[in-house]
């Protein structure tokens, strides 16, 4: 596969990504920059972590307006895979590819620790080869990860089987202590109803090496190419 990696301002984990893609996964990776209207082919998108634009006004607010972001919601439209982490899944609520948003974490304070997580679909490019029963032990770093949505649009949620993650503990209970933000129903990531756009808070590519002794970010890559081709 070609991954298309958009660099704004302020991004921060888009050489982390890169890195595991490249490295670890064995893919074609081009780099996006921001003012950029080209996709350059890609076959996926993602958005990386960081603090795009300084997170002034709302995390992603600024970005959501960046001319690649235009190519990136036609991409989508059209049915293109769109991946957005942490900040790149404020991004993506912002531009509306996503429902809901994300609201400061609960204690008013950033959060940079491993958190435990496990899928709650396997229908889903991301998590169909993940063990819903497995919990992923993910590094979390961010300010405003405490997922919100209305009534209405927690419902569609479940109805249409759109959660991807939940928080949870080490032994893969959903409880309020494994909720490290205060997100609603302890949703740590969704999908939108086409199935091809995902957004999660967790960092994955922080969870991908042998060297920093934590590979089960591995397992949502790994999910990724073995059911799509090159």
Same mark, same amino acid.
């Given at each position: 596969?070609?991954?298309?990696?958009?660099?704004?301002?302020?991004?921060?984990?888009? !050489?982390?990504? &890169?890195?595991?893609? !490249?490295? +670890?996964?064995?893919?074609?990776?081009?780099?996006?920059?921001?003012?950029?209207?080209?996709?350059?082919?890609?076959?996926? +998108?993602?958005?990386?972590?960081?603090?795009?634009?300084?997170?002034?006004?709302?995390?992603?607010?600024?970005?959501?307006?960046?001319?690649?972001?235009?190519?990136?919601? #036609?991409?989508?439209?059209?049915?293109?895979?769109?991946?957005?982490?942490?900040?790149?899944?404020?991004?993506?609520? $912002?531009?509306?590819?996503?429902?809901?948003?994300?609201?400061?974490?609960?204690?008013?304070?950033? +959060?940079?620790?491993?958190?435990?997580?496990?899928? #709650?679909?396997?229908? *889903?490019? &991301?998590?169909? #080869?993940?063990?819903? !029963?497995?919990?992923?032990?993910?590094?979390?770093?961010?300010?405003?990860?405490?997922?919100?949505? @209305?009534?209405?649009?927690?419902?569609?949620?479940?109805?249409? @089987?759109?959660?991807?993650?939940?928080?949870?503990?080490?032994?893969?209970?959903?409880?309020? $202590? *494994?909720?490290?933000?205060? *997100?609603?129903?302890?949703?740590?990531? &969704?999908?939108? +109803?086409?199935?091809?756009?995902?957004?999660?808070?967790?960092?994955?590519?922080?969870?991908? @090496?042998?060297?920093?002794?934590? $590979?089960?970010?591995?397992?949502?890559? $790994? *999910?990724?190419?073995?059911?799509?081709?090159?």
């Amino acid at each position: 596969m070609k991954f298309g990696v958009v660099v704004f301002p302020g991004s921060n984990c888009d !050489e982390d990504i &890169i890195y595991v893609l !490249e490295k +670890i996964m064995g893919q074609q990776v081009v780099r996006l920059w921001h003012k950029d209207h080209d996709l350059q082919g890609a076959d996926f +998108i993602v958005l990386p972590g960081g603090f795009s634009f300084g997170d002034y006004l709302r995390s992603g607010a600024i970005a959501r307006f960046s001319p690649i972001m235009t190519e990136v919601i #036609q991409f989508a439209a059209r049915g293109g895979y769109v991946l957005g982490i942490c900040n790149g899944f404020q991004v993506l609520t $912002e531009a509306g590819l996503l429902q809901g948003a994300l609201l400061h974490n609960e204690n008013r304070k950033f +959060i940079c620790r491993n958190i435990y997580m496990k899928a #709650q679909t396997t229908n *889903s490019l &991301i998590t169909a #080869q993940i063990d819903p !029963e497995r919990a992923l032990k993910i590094p979390i770093a961010h300010g405003e990860g405490n997922y919100f949505a @209305d009534a209405d649009v927690l419902k569609s949620l479940y109805d249409d @089987d759109l959660v991807l993650f939940k928080y949870c503990d080490e032994y893969g209970m959903v409880t309020p $202590e *494994s909720n490290p933000n205060g *997100s609603l129903d302890s949703i740590a990531g &969704i999908t939108n +109803i086409n199935r091809n756009v995902f957004g999660f808070m967790p960092h994955p590519e922080r969870a991908s @090496d042998a060297l920093v002794a934590n $590979e089960d970010g591995l397992a949502i890559f $790994e *999910s990724i190419l073995s059911l799509v081709k090159a």
